[in-house]
């Protein structure tokens, strides 16, 4: 065989070496490109949900029913006023739903609104029991749990024990206040120096995520094809 004969017989072959490394190749890159565009969906859906939860937060105490949630009984003793809390609770989670349904069209999420009375200890500012008050329960047919029961969902108890801990000392919810007045006594006394009851509100959020590829993200991630977005905020009540 000839010099030049062989040249073009080892080009042919490298030729089809080529061609068959690309037709290998180019799934193997497809597969690792669908995954990251997926993953970029996520973080950047994950995102807006946390924007949507923290605007919500922020504008909790634009509300004027924020103002009229405690009253000051005979005893000099705070109470939190039932009724106003349901109604703001049930106005602000209307709000959020329609708030969320504008930005979320055609995507499944649930969410929910709740009040908690945070009671302290005024000499100290230590924490010393946390009740809720009223919850809005659940709007919207998307459930987290069930849809990506591999998501590593947080409760909302496990979340509020979580910022809230009971301890000697004071907490990121300890209000300082300019009222030194002792209730046991009867008269002021410059030993209170925080309230002894603060309002906080706590909003969650459970959305669907984008994904190209729905089946091999869960596959190979799990819980990406879930989002869940918690926040509390502190109520600025009306100083009594």
Partial sequence: MKRKELKILFKTKESGNGALELILFIPVAL????????VGLYIGDRAKVDDLVRSMLHDVNTYSEALNLLDLNSDFSLEVNEK???????????????????????????????????SFNPSTGSLLYKKEIYSSGRKGGFSLRTKVPEYPYITKEEY????????????????????????????????????????????????????????????????YLGTQSQGVETIRTKQI
């Fill in 160 to 223: 509020i024990k979580k910022i809230i801990k009971n301890s000697k000392e004071q907490t990121p919810f300890s209000k300082k206040t300019s009222i030194r007045y002792n209730i046991k006594k009867g008269s002021y006394s410059s030993e209170n120096k925080f309230s002894p009851l603060t309002l906080i509100i706590y909003i969650e959020l459970e959305t669907e995520s984008h994904s190209i590829s729905g089946s091999t993200i869960r596959t190979l991630l799990g819980h």
């Fill in 31 to 38: 597969f690792f490109l669908f995954i990251i565009v997926d």
């Fill in 84 to 118: 106003n809390a349901k109604d703001f609770v049930k106005k602000l989670s209307s709000d959020f739903y329609n708030k969320v349904l504008e930005e979320r069209k055609g995507e499944g999420f649930s969410l929910e609104v709740s009040l908690f009375k945070l």
